[in-house]
């Protein structure tokens, strides 16, 4: 099992950057994939940005070339950099670990963290 902590939500205006991190409770250097999600109200949740451990990216079309997915292994930590905020960036959002073990993928998920873009 992984357990995953979020922070850095916030409220910030737009045109803003927040830095949202994951820490994990395992090291991320063996976890398969990791990646941000987010949800507004009355939205499906949404891949926003996702790292394989061999450091391939994927990002929704939404958010490239503003938002930056990093890790940092020494700290088992995964960051989602986010500038040039916008109001429809606003969500809740959650970190993600795929684990493979025995051949299936296991998904496991943070508590969620709050991001308000707002003037």
């Known amino acids: 099992q992984v357990q995953l902590v979020e922070s850095g939500g916030g409220l910030v205006q737009p045109g803003g950057s927040l830095r949202l991190s994951c820490a994990a409770s395992k090291s991320i250097f063996s976890i398969y994939a990791m990646g941000w999600y987010r949800q507004a109200p009355g939205k499906q949740r949404e891949l926003v940005a996702a790292m394989t451990s061999g450091s391939i990216t994927n990002y929704a079309d939404s958010v490239k070339g503003r938002f930056t997915i990093s890790r940092d292994n020494a700290k088992n930590t995964v960051y989602l950099q986010m500038n040039s905020l916008k109001p429809e960036d606003t969500a809740v959002y959650y970190c993600?670990?795929?684990?493979?073990?025995?051949?299936?993928?296991?998904?496991?998920w943070g508590q969620g963290t709050q991001v308000t873009v707002s003037s």
């Open positions: 993600n670990a795929v684990v493979l073990n025995d051949g299936r993928l296991y998904d496991y």
